[in-house]
């Protein structure tokens, strides 16, 4: 965990249920887990919403805050948070990366793409910078965009909401060596 994210980490303010000793063990009553496993969605989106995080590496995670309790000694296993992760997935607010067979990284969307891509072309047409070009970096660390949410975006997230618009006739992308290389022409 880097430093700005720690700091974010100690500034959370976590819910009253991630004291409880048995929030961190899978609970064998169906209805007491849905509730269990509904309580860690809302408690992982918030949380990586809160840090700007997007990409979770299951293996390493359960090292950390949300899955780490450091104060009560309690860890989420790892095949609990897989669950967890697969409801997210469910919902939209998550897919698997990397080799699908392992299930130990995926992209959490605590804010969906499409939302990214509605509020980044609201951003551009608010500005009047349709029929203009931008880069990736400029959309995410420009000096225009510094006070917005998509500030400091994580690429591959940015990259499918911009594919989004693509696929919606609101942009074209241009490809370059790179993700660094991303150009985006946007349309009313």
């Avoid at 961190?24 to 969605?41: D, K, N």
């Avoid at 500005?127 to 917005?148: A, F, K």
Wanted: aromatic fraction near 12%; charged fraction near 25%.
């Amino acid at each position: 965990m880097n430093r700005t994210t720690a700091t974010a980490t100690e500034q959370f303010e976590f819910p009253e249920i991630y004291s409880f000793p048995p929030f961190f063990t899978r609970q064998p009553a169906e209805a007491t887990w849905q509730e269990q496993r509904r309580l860690w969605c809302n408690l992982v989106l918030s949380f990586y919403r809160h840090t700007r995080q997007h990409t979770m590496t299951l293996s390493e995670a359960v090292l950390s805050p949300p899955f780490h309790n450091y104060q009560i000694k309690r860890i989420l296993r790892v095949d609990v948070l897989r669950e967890i992760v697969d409801e997210l997935v469910k919902q939209g607010n998550a897919v698997w990366v990397g080799p699908k067979h392992t299930k130990d990284m995926c992209l959490v969307f605590w804010r969906k793409p499409e939302e990214w891509a509605a509020m980044i072309h609201q951003w551009v047409t608010d500005r009047g910078m349709i029929n203009t070009v931008l880069t990736v970096y400029e959309l995410t660390n420009g000096d225009d965009t510094g006070d917005q949410e998509f500030s400091g975006l994580d690429t591959v997230v940015l990259r499918r909401a911009l594919d989004i618009l693509q696929s919606q006739g609101k942009a074209q992308l241009f490809v370059g060596s790179s993700d660094d290389d991303l150009g985006v022409k946007f349309f009313a």
